[in-house]
């Protein structure tokens, strides 16, 4: 199942360190987009069906480190 989920960051730099840290990242593979005047992001991924959504969690998780809210 195809998922998507936006974050808004203080700035376009610290959205921009948000996207560099999510090209090689090992939970999952993602795409991401730059929105919004460059302060928020969209990121899309396919999800198992079944089951706790790991990927979301760990996205929000790490959004959070980078002070970003989930939109």
Same mark, same amino acid.
Do not use: I, P, Q
């Given at each position: 199942?195809?998922?998507e989920i936006s974050y808004r960051f203080e700035s376009s730099q610290i959205?921009?360190?948000f +996207?560099? &840290?999510l090209k090689n990242w090992?939970?999952?593979e993602v795409k991401t987009r730059?929105?919004?005047g460059g302060d928020s +992001?969209? &990121?899309?991924?396919t999800s198992d069906e079944?089951?706790?959504d790991y990927t979301s969690a760990e996205l929000d998780?790490?959004?959070e480190k980078h002070g970003g809210k989930e939109v």
């Open positions: 199942m195809k998922t959205a921009n360190r +996207v560099h &840290v090992s939970v999952n730059l929105f919004n +992001v969209k &990121v899309t991924y079944g089951g706790f998780d790490l959004a």
